[in-house]
């Protein structure tokens, strides 16, 4: 986990310095369902509901997003998309390949209209990297900051 931590921080400065990451092929974007509910000082978890569009159609996943650290407050239901890009060495898209787990680092506030940055890098092989793009929906009264984890799985092909 470690050096996945120290891989999500680089990326993280990366991106936002606009300097090229090591991931550096868009391969489709993940959209998130992401429910609502409370901080618990030192963290949360909130369900996912997701659709990965890529080069071979639409993918559905289910899962979870967890931050530890400091959270405070409470955030309704919303979506988050982002991009999904891989090294221009990762093999060819398969079915599922965005199940597994992602980590990275948080930072997000919310007064009303909530902002904040979720870089995270992970799936099969630790082959991916989810740069954010934008959160919709999401409102509430909350700050965070720390580790924020994602798991995701497979739940089928199609619409």
């Not at 120290?6 to 090591?22: C, D, E, F, R, Y």
């Not at 998130?32 to 990965?52: D, E, F, K, Q, W």
């Not at 530890?68 to 982002?82: P, R, V």
Request: net charge negative.
């Amino acid at each position: 986990m470690r050096s996945n931590a120290l891989a999500v921080i680089a990326a993280t400065g990366a991106l936002m310095l606009g300097m090229p990451a090591k991931a550096d092929v868009q391969i489709g974007t993940l959209s998130c369902n992401v429910g609502g509910g409370p901080g618990m000082i030192i963290g949360s978890s909130r369900p996912l509901a997701c659709t990965y569009n890529g080069p071979a159609g639409p993918e559905h996943y289910a899962g979870n997003i967890n931050k530890f650290g400091l959270d405070l407050g409470y955030l309704n239901s919303g979506q988050m998309l982002w991009n999904v890009v891989t090294p221009t060495t990762a093999p060819g898209p398969a079915a599922g390949m965005l199940s597994g787990n992602y980590e990275g680092v948080t930072g997000s506030a919310a007064v009303g209209v909530g902002a904040g940055a979720h870089v995270l890098v992970g799936g099969s092989g630790q082959a991916f990297q989810l740069q954010p793009v934008s959160v919709e929906g999401q409102t509430g009264l909350d700050v965070a900051a720390g580790i924020e984890s994602m798991n995701l799985q497979f739940q089928g092909e199609g619409r």
